[in-house]
């Protein structure tokens, strides 16, 4: 799987957007980029996916570069429940045995009010 | 739905006894994965199965750590004989299918071995 690279931690103001950066510089063309969060004491928490077109759900946006090396996550409108850490995990998918995820260490986003 | 389902939410066990995790996974998704996370090795993958098979074992760290799922609803952890190093927070994991990756996360199990 191709390794991905987050900043250790970042801060963001309530109510404005939150842009978390992901490098993934050896991705291969099959590898689909996963976005997921732990909010503290919780279990992780599935937010978007996507392989190379930009995607959007009720949580956030996926904007990923047309040469697929980096991405970033957006939340629009961040709020103090927010505050988590952030993984960003790189994952072939082809059906079948092999289907896991590799968490890394994420990006710590501390919400300020 | 009730999502994942994990008990005890809380273990303090002595060294050397045998502990036991469970989970019950949501209704009608056919893989279940066990992680394991600690402040120093983050979150690690034990095992997973699909539909009841164990597929890949590779994470388990030594023999002491077994599990099983008897049943597409029911799956179990289990530690014999526990150390405290084996201290860490277990979450259970389920996935409606085994092409995407969408996995829904159970609230954890704490386990203190003293």
């Known amino acids: 799987d191709a390794k991905t690279t987050q900043p250790t931690s970042m801060d963001c103001a309530e109510g404005r957007a939150a842009n978390l950066p992901c490098n993934h510089s050896?991705?291969?063309?099959?590898?689909?980029v996963y976005w997921y969060r732990q909010i503290h004491s919780q279990g992780p928490q599935y937010i978007i996916h996507?392989?190379?077109n930009n995607e959007t759900n009720e949580m956030a946006s996926l904007i990923i570069t047309e040469d697929r090396k980096s991405s970033t996550l957006i939340l629009p409108h961040a709020t103090l429940r927010d505050t988590a850490v952030y993984y960003c995990?790189?994952?072939?998918?082809?059906?079948?045995?092999?289907?896991?995820?590799?968490f890394g260490t994420g990006t710590l986003l501390a919400v300020q009010p | 739905d009730a999502g994942v389902i994990q008990s005890p939410r809380h273990e303090v066990t002595e060294m050397g006894q045998e502990v036991t995790l469970r989970c019950k996974p949501i209704?009608?998704?056919?893989?279940l994965f066990w992680y394991r996370q600690t402040m120093m090795r983050g979150l690690e993958l034990l095992i997973y199965?699909?539909?009841?098979?164990?597929?890949?074992d590779s994470g388990m760290p030594e023999d002491r750590f077994s599990a099983k799922m008897p049943n597409a609803s029911f799956s179990t952890l289990k530690i014999q004989p526990s150390e405290p190093r084996d201290s860490a927070v277990y979450f259970c994991?389920?996935?409606?299918?085994?092409?995407?990756?969408?996995?829904?996360f159970g609230p954890g199990t704490r386990l203190l071995v003293l």
């Open positions: 994991a389920s996935r409606p299918g085994t092409v995407q990756e969408t996995q829904y």
């Open positions: 050896t991705i291969s063309g099959n590898e689909y």
């Open positions: 996507g392989l190379k």
């Open positions: 995990i790189v994952r072939v998918t082809y059906g079948g045995a092999t289907n896991k995820l590799i």
């Open positions: 209704s009608g998704h056919n893989s």
């Open positions: 199965f699909n539909n009841n098979v164990p597929i890949d």
